[in-house]
């Protein structure tokens, strides 16, 4: 069973992202808390796989990280990467289960956006084709736009990641009119992106509060999460903090 494709239990799947998990032990430098051991928790868990970003800065999942969760995971992994030729050559290297193309800017403390396949359609119809040759699942990390999606499918991505992060921040703001207004565009353009023949998954700020009616959504078949479950470890353990939101994908999925 792979983190992305047919899966024969036809649960929503989740990925945790460990990448939080870095940043607490590149604070001081150090070995831990090493990002190994949550992956091999989140798996315990209930997590389906394991998603790492590496970034260009290494400002939390470094080379080396990648290399042991390649060593140690019998999970799926879901790198995470810009579509620069340095990460092209790591990706090609480890040949992870799939790797998610990510808009990257050094100055960001996260991923702000989505990134605009419209716009470089051509350059990454050529950046993808050897990391599909290789295996990998290709997917694209987008807002929830039909320019993108489409563009998505005709540069041939098999999954497209939905970004979560406005929806989440609305929630946040208290902005609950602009808030239910994202989430009908998501349930839009997941519906339009799966009748295009791509794998719908969809990610980014997702919390306790805001994860249900995300996982509602019938053509969203993965969930990526990492930030809220990795500080919601500090305060109950990230065993508890990973069953409590797979259950509450699970509940909202079977209503
Ligand atoms: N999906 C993608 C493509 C991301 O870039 C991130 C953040 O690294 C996530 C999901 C997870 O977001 P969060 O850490 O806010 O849950």
Redesign the pocket.
Known sequence: MGITGTDPLGRLRLGV?I?HVATVRNARGGSYPDPVRAAELAQAAGADGI?A?LREDRRHISDADIDALMAALSLPLNL?MAATDEMQAIALRHRPHAV?L?PEKREER??EGGLDVAREENRLAHFIAPLAEAGCRVSI?IAAEPAQIEAAARIGAAVI?LHTGAYCDFHADGDLAARDAELERLREMAAYAHALGLEVHA????SYDTVQPVAALAEVVEL?????LIGEAIFRGLDPAIREMRRLMDAARAR
């Open positions: 992202n990448d998603t970003h995470e998610c990510v996260t991923t990390f990641e990610g980014h700020g997702l990526n999460i990492g930030h809220f």
